[in-house]
């Protein structure tokens, strides 16, 4: 049985859409439909049939601008039992300054990513986690300049 992937299930014409709404999702349909060369109707039921399969449309936010200025990664070493990591791992999702969570294969077990307004913030995030039932230990990375972040880049190529 050969298994499609989600990539897949896009033709060509959606492929087009897709990257340009990744360049510009405020764009009118009928900008869109010239873009890609199909109709204002094509384009609206593709929307709504890439809606359907899972596609999401939302605002674009940039952190830093609404006083989210530090960004940091915390490396994570952590028991090895099951019912802790369990209980560990419910609790951390709860952690809103936490916005990306990780299980990694390596030194390390678990990274996160922390986006707060200051040092004070971070400390309190970092005193949580390293409060939580399977945390053994931890390594705290701090961004200090960010010269590229674009998690839509990957995504671009693949469309091309």
Known sequence: MI??????????KDK???KELLNDSRQPVTELAKKCGMTRQSVHSRLKELRRKG??????????????????YILITAEPQAKFRRETDKIIKTFREISQIHYLLGRFDIIVEVLVRDVDELRDVLRRIQNLPAVKKTETLMVYETTKFDP?????????
């Open 55 to 72: 596609i999401k449309f939302t605002v674009d936010l940039d952190p830093s601008l609404l006083g989210l200025k530090l960004r940091a």
């Open 3 to 12: 298994k499609m992937s989600f990539f897949n299930m896009f033709d060509a």
């Open 16 to 18: 087009k859409l897709l």
């Open 152 to 160: 839509k880049d990957p995504i671009r190529k693949l469309l091309e």
